[in-house]
Nanobody
């Protein structure tokens, strides 16, 4: 069973940057597409970005040009580089083995001055 642990969240000013990491246990990580989701206060959980096992990526319109998803299969880790952060990016960010019930516990990102 794959387990996911996110890290890298925190408090950042508008316009700042953060890089989230999601470390996966198990040797089968490289065979799965991975995704980042987020859930802001009072909002439903939404898809932020995906990356296939081959490295193809997609991202939500709200983060295009600002957020970049990547993966390092040797380290069993998926990343979310977040630049030009806005207050509306404030949320708990979760990683997921895409199309499965395997989620991380989430990491809080707060964008505020």
């Amino acid at each position: 069973q794959v387990q996911l642990v996110e890290s890298g969240g925190g408090l950042v000013q508008p316009g700042g940057s953060l890089r989230l990491s999601c470390a996966a246990s198990g040797s089968i990580f490289r065979f799965y597409s991975m995704a980042w989701y987020r859930q802001g206060p009072g909002n439903e959980r939404e898809l932020v970005a995906t990356i296939s096992r081959g490295g193809s990526t997609t991202s939500a319109d709200s983060v295009k040009g600002r957020f970049t998803i990547s993966r390092d299969n040797a380290k069993n880790t998926v990343y979310l580089q977040m630049n030009s952060l806005k207050p509306e990016d404030t949320a708990v960010y979760f990683c997921r083995v895409q199309n499965t019930a395997i989620w991380g516990q989430g990491t809080q990102v707060t964008v505020s001055s």
